[in-house]
Protein backbone atom coordinates (compact mmCIF):
# COMPACT_ATOMS: atom_id res chain seq x y z
CA UNK A 1 0.00 0.00 0.00
CA UNK A 2 1.26 3.61 -0.94
CA UNK A 3 1.32 6.09 1.47
CA UNK A 4 -2.36 7.31 0.06
CA UNK A 5 -3.93 4.19 0.61
CA UNK A 6 -6.19 2.69 -1.76
CA UNK A 7 -8.84 4.92 -3.21
CA UNK A 8 -12.50 4.42 -4.23
CA UNK A 9 -13.30 7.16 -6.73
CA UNK A 10 -12.63 10.54 -5.09
CA UNK A 11 -12.19 9.67 -1.71
CA UNK A 12 -9.26 7.78 0.32
CA UNK A 13 -9.08 4.68 2.73
CA UNK A 14 -6.56 3.41 5.22
CA UNK A 15 -4.65 6.06 5.58
CA UNK A 16 -5.33 10.22 6.94
CA UNK A 17 -6.04 12.01 3.74
CA UNK A 18 -7.60 14.68 3.25
CA UNK A 19 -11.19 12.55 2.64
CA UNK A 20 -11.57 10.80 5.71
CA UNK A 21 -13.52 7.73 5.61
CA UNK A 22 -17.06 7.76 7.27
CA UNK A 23 -15.51 4.89 9.67
CA UNK A 24 -12.90 6.89 10.64
CA UNK A 25 -10.51 4.08 9.61
CA UNK A 26 -6.64 4.36 9.07
CA UNK A 27 -4.45 1.92 8.47
CA UNK A 28 -1.48 0.57 10.38
CA UNK A 29 1.66 0.98 8.47
CA UNK A 30 3.11 -2.75 7.95
CA UNK A 31 6.62 -1.08 9.23
CA UNK A 32 4.75 -0.82 12.79
CA UNK A 33 3.72 -4.13 13.32
CA UNK A 34 6.77 -5.48 11.92
CA UNK A 35 8.68 -3.91 14.43
CA UNK A 36 7.31 -5.36 17.40
CA UNK A 37 6.58 -8.72 15.96
CA UNK A 38 10.83 -9.02 16.03
CA UNK A 39 10.17 -8.07 20.18
CA UNK A 40 8.04 -10.78 20.97
CA UNK A 41 9.06 -13.53 18.36
CA UNK A 42 7.33 -16.24 16.37
CA UNK A 43 5.85 -18.91 19.17
CA UNK A 44 2.32 -18.49 18.70
CA UNK A 45 -0.39 -20.20 17.06
CA UNK A 46 -4.15 -19.02 16.43
CA UNK A 47 -3.99 -15.15 15.30
CA UNK A 48 -7.22 -13.10 15.78
CA UNK A 49 -7.24 -9.44 14.33
CA UNK A 50 -10.60 -7.37 15.39
CA UNK A 51 -11.26 -4.83 13.03
CA UNK A 52 -9.16 -5.85 10.64
CA UNK A 53 -8.94 -3.05 7.89
CA UNK A 54 -7.20 -4.52 4.56
CA UNK A 55 -5.62 -7.03 6.99
CA UNK A 56 -2.30 -5.32 7.31
CA UNK A 57 -1.68 -6.75 10.75
CA UNK A 58 -2.94 -10.52 10.49
CA UNK A 59 -1.39 -10.42 6.79
CA UNK A 60 1.91 -9.54 8.69
CA UNK A 61 2.47 -11.64 11.83
CA UNK A 62 0.80 -14.68 9.73
CA UNK A 63 4.08 -14.16 7.39
CA UNK A 64 6.44 -12.96 10.38
CA UNK A 65 5.67 -16.88 11.44
CA UNK A 66 6.17 -18.45 7.99
CA UNK A 67 9.18 -16.83 7.10
CA UNK A 68 11.17 -17.71 10.37
CA UNK A 69 9.48 -21.43 10.96
CA UNK A 70 8.61 -22.33 7.19
CA UNK A 71 5.39 -22.71 5.32
CA UNK A 72 4.65 -26.53 7.87
CA UNK A 73 4.08 -23.57 10.86
CA UNK A 74 1.58 -21.10 9.05
CA UNK A 75 -0.74 -20.05 11.95
CA UNK A 76 -4.74 -20.28 11.63
CA UNK A 77 -5.85 -16.50 11.19
CA UNK A 78 -9.51 -15.42 11.95
CA UNK A 79 -10.55 -11.50 11.32
CA UNK A 80 -13.59 -9.58 12.19
CA UNK A 81 -14.62 -6.71 9.82
CA UNK A 82 -17.62 -4.89 9.61
CA UNK A 83 -17.17 -3.27 5.72
CA UNK A 84 -17.78 -5.96 3.39
CA UNK A 85 -15.14 -3.75 0.73
CA UNK A 86 -12.91 -4.67 3.18
CA UNK A 87 -13.34 -8.51 3.60
CA UNK A 88 -12.99 -9.26 0.11
CA UNK A 89 -9.45 -8.61 0.38
CA UNK A 90 -8.51 -11.46 2.54
CA UNK A 91 -7.05 -14.31 1.46
CA UNK A 92 -9.38 -17.66 1.57
CA UNK A 93 -7.65 -19.42 3.60
CA UNK A 94 -8.15 -17.02 6.64
CA UNK A 95 -11.15 -17.31 8.44
CA UNK A 96 -13.44 -14.22 7.70
CA UNK A 97 -16.59 -12.42 9.80
CA UNK A 98 -17.91 -10.04 8.40
CA UNK A 99 -19.77 -8.95 11.90
CA UNK A 100 -19.41 -5.82 14.08
CA UNK A 101 -16.23 -7.27 16.47
CA UNK A 102 -17.70 -6.14 20.14
CA UNK A 103 -20.98 -8.13 18.86
CA UNK A 104 -19.21 -11.09 17.34
CA UNK A 105 -17.00 -11.00 20.49
CA UNK A 106 -20.07 -11.28 23.00
CA UNK A 107 -20.15 -14.71 22.61
CA UNK A 108 -17.31 -16.31 21.15
CA UNK A 109 -16.02 -19.50 22.65
CA UNK A 110 -12.82 -19.79 21.05
CA UNK A 111 -9.34 -18.07 22.36
CA UNK A 112 -6.40 -17.17 20.44
CA UNK A 113 -2.78 -17.30 21.05
CA UNK A 114 -1.97 -13.50 19.44
CA UNK A 115 -4.26 -10.78 19.30
CA UNK A 116 -3.23 -8.20 17.53
CA UNK A 117 -5.35 -4.87 17.19
CA UNK A 118 -5.36 -1.40 16.00
CA UNK A 119 -8.83 -0.10 17.48
CA UNK A 120 -10.61 2.81 17.44
CA UNK A 121 -9.85 5.85 19.81
CA UNK A 122 -13.09 6.04 21.55
CA UNK A 123 -13.35 2.20 21.82
CA UNK A 124 -10.09 1.46 22.56
CA UNK A 125 -11.56 0.40 26.34
CA UNK A 126 -14.00 -2.05 25.14
CA UNK A 127 -11.78 -3.71 22.47
CA UNK A 128 -9.53 -4.22 25.06
CA UNK A 129 -11.84 -5.62 27.34
CA UNK A 130 -13.15 -7.89 24.81
CA UNK A 131 -9.59 -8.74 23.17
CA UNK A 132 -8.47 -9.80 26.77
CA UNK A 133 -12.05 -12.50 26.89
CA UNK A 134 -10.67 -13.82 23.75
CA UNK A 135 -6.99 -14.28 24.57
CA UNK A 136 -5.97 -17.75 25.49
CA UNK A 137 -4.36 -18.35 29.12
CA UNK A 138 -0.37 -17.92 28.37
CA UNK A 139 -1.46 -16.40 24.84
CA UNK A 140 -0.55 -12.33 23.46
CA UNK A 141 -2.72 -9.09 23.13
CA UNK A 142 -0.91 -6.33 20.92
CA UNK A 143 -2.67 -2.95 20.85
CA UNK A 144 -1.62 0.18 19.35
CA UNK A 145 -2.35 3.04 20.65
CA UNK A 146 -1.76 6.43 20.92
CA UNK A 147 0.59 7.87 24.28
CA UNK A 148 -2.68 9.55 25.61
CA UNK A 149 -4.38 5.92 25.80
CA UNK A 150 -2.57 5.33 28.98
CA UNK A 151 -3.10 9.42 30.71
CA UNK A 152 -6.45 10.32 31.95
CA UNK A 153 -7.73 9.88 35.46
CA UNK A 154 -10.83 8.28 34.61
CA UNK A 155 -8.66 5.55 32.66
CA UNK A 156 -6.48 5.09 35.97
CA UNK A 157 -8.94 2.28 37.98
CA UNK A 158 -8.60 0.25 34.26
CA UNK A 159 -5.14 -0.02 34.30
CA UNK A 160 -4.74 -0.64 37.20
CA UNK A 161 -7.03 -4.20 36.93
CA UNK A 162 -5.48 -4.38 33.55
CA UNK A 163 -1.94 -4.22 34.11
CA UNK A 164 0.14 -5.20 30.76
CA UNK A 165 3.37 -6.70 30.81
CA UNK A 166 5.24 -4.41 27.83
CA UNK A 167 4.53 -1.37 26.45
CA UNK A 168 6.72 -0.46 23.30
CA UNK A 169 7.20 3.16 22.36
CA UNK A 170 7.45 3.40 18.96
CA UNK A 171 10.68 6.14 18.06
CA UNK A 172 9.45 6.72 14.43
CA UNK A 173 6.08 8.49 13.96
CA UNK A 174 3.37 6.94 11.03
CA UNK A 175 2.39 8.90 8.20
CA UNK A 176 -1.06 8.26 7.91
CA UNK A 177 -1.68 11.05 5.23
CA UNK A 178 0.78 11.10 2.52
CA UNK A 179 4.67 11.88 3.12
CA UNK A 180 3.29 13.45 6.36
CA UNK A 181 3.61 12.32 9.94
CA UNK A 182 1.23 11.85 12.77
CA UNK A 183 0.86 14.97 15.33
CA UNK A 184 1.08 12.00 18.19
CA UNK A 185 3.41 9.65 19.33
CA UNK A 186 2.10 5.83 19.28
CA UNK A 187 2.53 2.89 21.79
CA UNK A 188 2.36 -0.71 21.38
CA UNK A 189 0.61 -2.86 24.59
CA UNK A 190 1.51 -6.01 25.34
CA UNK A 191 -0.39 -8.42 27.85
CA UNK A 192 1.65 -11.60 28.22
CA UNK A 193 1.89 -14.57 30.44
CA UNK A 194 1.31 -13.97 33.29
CA UNK A 195 0.16 -11.34 35.87
CA UNK A 196 3.31 -9.05 35.76
CA UNK A 197 4.20 -7.25 38.94
CA UNK A 198 5.42 -4.02 37.12
CA UNK A 199 5.24 -3.11 33.27
CA UNK A 200 8.49 -3.03 31.11
CA UNK A 201 8.92 0.34 29.20
CA UNK A 202 11.06 -0.43 26.25
CA UNK A 203 11.45 1.82 22.91
CA UNK A 204 10.70 0.30 20.18
CA UNK A 205 13.62 -0.23 17.58
CA UNK A 206 12.30 0.96 13.91
CA UNK A 207 15.31 0.42 11.77
CA UNK A 208 15.62 -2.14 9.14
CA UNK A 209 12.42 -3.12 9.36
CA UNK A 210 11.46 -5.02 6.02
CA UNK A 211 9.17 -3.70 3.29
CA UNK A 212 5.25 -4.76 3.31
CA UNK A 213 4.86 -8.67 2.72
CA UNK A 214 1.59 -8.06 0.84
CA UNK A 215 -0.14 -5.63 -1.50
CA UNK A 216 -3.10 -4.59 0.98
CA UNK A 217 -5.23 -4.02 -1.57
CA UNK A 218 -3.96 -0.93 -3.45
CA UNK A 219 -4.60 -2.79 -6.85
CA UNK A 220 -7.65 -4.40 -6.27
CA UNK A 221 -11.02 -2.69 -7.35
CA UNK A 222 -13.17 -2.32 -4.46
CA UNK A 223 -17.53 -2.19 -5.28
CA UNK A 224 -19.06 1.06 -4.69
CA UNK A 225 -20.44 1.63 -1.42
CA UNK A 226 -24.35 0.91 -0.87
Known amino acids: MSAEGWRVGKKTYGWRGQDRPDDDYYSTPPWMIQAVLREIGFSYGA ?17 WKVQNLGEAHRPPVTVVEQDTRR ?3 YPRHWNTFN ?4 AWAKDRKE ?9 PFNLWLKFADACLRLRKPGGMLLMLG ?7 Q ?10 PSDIFQSCKRPAFRKARTDARDYVWIKWGRGNPVHTR ?5 TTE ?18
Open 47 to 63: ILDPGAGVGVLAGEAEE
Open 87 to 89: CTL
Open 99 to 102: EDFL
Open 111 to 119: RYDLIVVNP
Open 146 to 152: TQGILAS
Open 154 to 163: RRYEWWQANQ
Open 201 to 205: FRWLD
Open 209 to 226: VRNKTRDYGRKLKLPKRE
